[in-house]
């Protein structure tokens, strides 16, 4: 059940508002994703909550001309949960659910921007997200994701760049439990982070959005996967159990191409376009940076990492997003749109033939 609520960062479980709890390892967080409609320029940003780590920390990201600018910003939060600024970077609520803004003041980085964020369709709610390590929780959260417009500007290195009216884009709120801020002193004894299979492809098309996402084990069995089909009426068609074929890029983990069968007749087929983004400006797997370090007070930082920086082998590339052009062939009916095919991939999966730990495909 979701609600206007929902929309802030208020929550105390993996429950949606109306239900609350407490764990070391809460969190609570935005993320956003953005792109011209040519590829030319893609973005992203996040800010997290860590209620019982006193944290919040935020980031957005800039890639263009090769080059992946990334600002990042972490303070204590003394429990705040309403304060959405971190350093210069502010996310505010017009109107919840539907229109939200994003905000880099002028900082000692090369990246500045106000960036408006219109819903195209009521968000889907993703099947809940719940693993375990042995007798270990690892994660249990709930995610709701939406696709949208983007409308304002950003600069980046001295450029300035005006967003057109077909800027599209993807944010999604999580909340829940997921391991953040500074390693447990006791793991479970077959650590926290052995497999790890992961896909998620939000995907834009003129009057229609697509998400397809799956959490497999290393035998190639869905723990969560689903995809949903929302229609410009709002109406929406759940998938609960696509089969999907990956193309692997030879001697690495990545991704060349992706097809998802939903049930016979609707059927999703990703080709990368563009330059590939490295979640790790966003925090994601960064050894420095990760959710819910603890900085002091305030501490702001701004890197970039060049197109050969973020090549496969580099560990701040591990997970990545990838600008794709989307067909959908939904019977007799044929749709072309950009979107995300977002990989992590750590341990084994049988059925695309990834062994060891990080070993490349075939």
């Given at each position: 059940?979701?609600?206007?609520?929902?929309?802030?960062?208020?929550?105390?479980?993996?429950?949606?508002?109306?239900?609350?709890?407490?764990?070391?390892?809460?969190?609570?967080?935005?993320?956003?994703?953005?792109?011209?409609?040519?590829?030319?320029?893609?973005?992203?940003?996040?800010?997290?909550?860590?209620?019982?780590?006193?944290?919040?920390?935020?980031?957005?990201?800039?890639?263009?001309?090769?080059?992946?600018?990334?600002?990042?910003?972490?303070?204590?939060?003394a429990g705040e949960r309403l304060d959405l600024a971190v350093g210069p970077i502010t996310i505010r609520i017009d109107e919840p659910l539907e229109r939200l803004t994003l905000t880099v003041v002028a900082n000692d980085g090369p990246l500045t921007g106000e960036l408006c964020f219109t819903a195209r369709h009521f968000p889907i709610e993703e099947p809940r997200f719940t693993r375990r390590n042995g007798t270990r929780l690892?994660?249990?959260?709930?995610?709701?994701?939406?696709?949208?417009?983007?409308?304002?500007?950003?600069?980046?290195?001295?450029?300035?760049?005006?967003?057109?009216?077909?800027?599209?884009?993807?944010?999604?709120?999580?909340?829940?439990?997921?391991?953040?801020?500074?390693?447990?002193?006791?793991?479970?004894?077959?650590?926290?982070?052995?497999?790890?299979?992961?896909?998620?492809?939000?995907?834009?098309?003129?009057?229609?959005?697509?998400?397809?996402?799956?959490?497999?084990?290393?035998?190639?069995?869905?723990?969560?996967?689903?995809?949903?089909?929302?229609?410009?009426?709002?109406?929406?068609?759940?998938?609960?159990?696509?089969?999907?074929?990956?193309?692997?890029?030879?001697?690495?983990?990545?991704?060349?191409?992706?097809?998802?069968?939903?049930?016979?007749?609707?059927?999703?087929?990703?080709?990368?376009?563009?330059?590939?983004?490295?979640?790790?400006?966003?925090?994601?797997?960064?050894?420095?940076?990760?959710?819910?370090?603890?900085?002091?007070?305030?501490?702001?930082?701004?890197?970039?990492?060049?197109?050969?920086?973020?090549?496969?082998?580099?560990?701040?590339?591990?997970?990545?997003?990838?600008?794709?052009?989307?067909?959908?062939?939904?019977?007799?009916?044929?749709?072309?749109?950009?979107?995300?095919?977002?990989?992590?991939?750590?341990?084994?999966?049988?059925?695309?033939?990834?062994?060891?730990?990080?070993?490349?495909?075939?």
């Open positions: 059940m979701l609600t206007k609520g929902d929309d802030f960062p208020l929550h105390q479980s993996a429950e949606p508002i109306a239900f609350a709890g407490t764990d070391r390892n809460f969190y609570d967080r935005y993320f956003f994703n953005g792109y011209a409609p040519d590829g030319s320029v893609f973005f992203a940003a996040a800010m997290g909550f860590y209620p019982q780590l006193g944290i919040v920390d935020a980031a957005f990201c800039v890639l263009i001309d090769g080059v992946q600018h990334n600002l990042r910003a972490s303070r204590r939060s690892f994660m249990d959260y709930t995610r709701m994701t939406q696709n949208g417009y983007w409308s304002g500007w950003l600069a980046a290195d001295g450029q300035r760049i005006e967003f057109g009216a077909d800027w599209a884009g993807t944010r999604d709120r999580s909340w829940g439990i997921r391991p953040v801020g500074a390693a447990e002193p006791q793991p479970p004894p077959q650590g926290n982070f052995h497999q790890f299979f992961w896909l998620w492809t939000p995907c834009n098309f003129a009057d229609r959005s697509l998400f397809f996402h799956s959490n497999d084990d290393g035998e190639g069995s869905a723990w969560n996967r689903r995809a949903v089909l929302v229609s410009g009426n709002g109406a929406e068609r759940h998938f609960a159990d696509p089969a999907f074929a990956a193309e692997w890029q030879p001697g690495t983990r990545r991704l060349t191409g992706l097809t998802a069968d939903f049930d016979g007749s609707t059927r999703l087929t990703l080709a990368p376009s563009g330059p590939l983004f490295a979640m790790s400006g966003l925090g994601y797997t960064h050894p420095v940076w990760g959710h819910g370090f603890d900085h002091g007070e305030l501490e702001v930082a701004h890197d970039s990492l060049s197109e050969a920086e973020r090549a496969w082998g580099n560990p701040l590339a591990m997970h990545v997003q990838a600008l794709v052009r989307a067909e959908l062939n939904d019977g007799d009916r044929t749709d072309v749109g950009i979107g995300v095919l977002e990989q992590l991939f750590v341990g084994p999966h049988a059925p695309t033939g990834l062994t060891g730990l990080m070993d490349p495909a075939a």
